[in-house]
């Protein structure tokens, strides 16, 4: 049972465009990440939210957690090539171990 | 660049044979989680050590154990090796166990087995 639910799987877009990428959950997190992965290396952190309706930007991408605290969105303006990659979302659960729970990935390729 | 180093960086094994794998962690996270990356899926939780105890396990079945040192580095072993085990596995070390700790990812060892 995936608990997050990653859309949309795979982004083909032009340098220039905007996107946006939704996380989606029927549990309630303490946190969620957003991670990027390249192959053949491990996911990097890109920002963390914790707070319910919290906004969080790095540059050209912007973070949103929902207010419910079940949903984040990743939105990216003016996309460039040097954007391609896996975008994982992973979410903390409240409680015990810190154990988190990944979204299967958008693969976004942007094209010049 | 994480700090959070993994060896091998690539294995092929048989089915039915054992495999060891080794992370080393941030210099001092005292908490390593070990994730299965099987191709076009997100990482899934396999478990997670702190202070050389297990401290949470996702459901993988028992021939997946780990051990962490007295160093915070740690191993995960795999015994009787299925042709579904060959995935990217990732090693994340942390500060503590709670919260919004952050994880930091190691490059991964990705298993092949034939």
Redesign the interface.
């Known amino acids: 049972t995936q608990l997050?639910e990653?859309s949309p799987q795979f982004l083909s877009i032009q340098e220039g465009e905007n996107l946006t990428v939704y996380c989606n959950s029927s549990s309630v997190f303490?946190?969620l990440?957003w991670?990027r992965q390249e192959p053949?290396?491990?996911?990097?952190?890109l920002v963390?939210v914790?707070t319910g309706g919290e906004v969080k930007k790095l540059k050209r991408l912007t973070f949103q957690f929902g207010d419910a605290r079940k949903d984040s969105s990743l939105h990216i303006t003016a996309a460039q090539p040097g954007d391609t990659g896996l975008y994982?979302c992973?979410g903390?659960l409240s409680g015990?171990?810190?154990?988190?729970?990944?979204?299967?990935?958008t693969r976004l390729a942007v094209h010049p | 660049e994480t700090g959070v180093t993994q060896s091998p960086t690539h294995l092929i094994k048989t089915r039915g044979q054992q495999v060891t794998l080794r992370c080393s962690s941030q210099s001092g996270h005292n908490t390593v989680s070990w994730y299965q990356q099987a191709l076009g899926q997100g990482p899934q939780f396999i478990f997670q050590y702190y202070r050389e105890e297990e401290n949470g396990r996702g459901n993988f079945p028992p021939r997946f154990s780990g051990l962490q040192f007295p160093n915070y580095s740690s191993e995960l072993n795999v015994n009787a090796l299925e042709l579904d085990d060959s995935a990217l596995y990732l090693c994340a070390s942390s500060l503590e166990i709670g919260g919004a700790d952050t994880q930091y990812f190691g490059p991964g060892t990705r298993l092949t087995v034939l």
Do not use: C, D, R
């Open positions: 997050l990653q303490s946190s990440q991670y053949g290396e491990g996911p990097v952190l963390t914790v994982l992973a903390s015990g171990y810190n154990k988190l729970i990944f979204g299967a990935g």
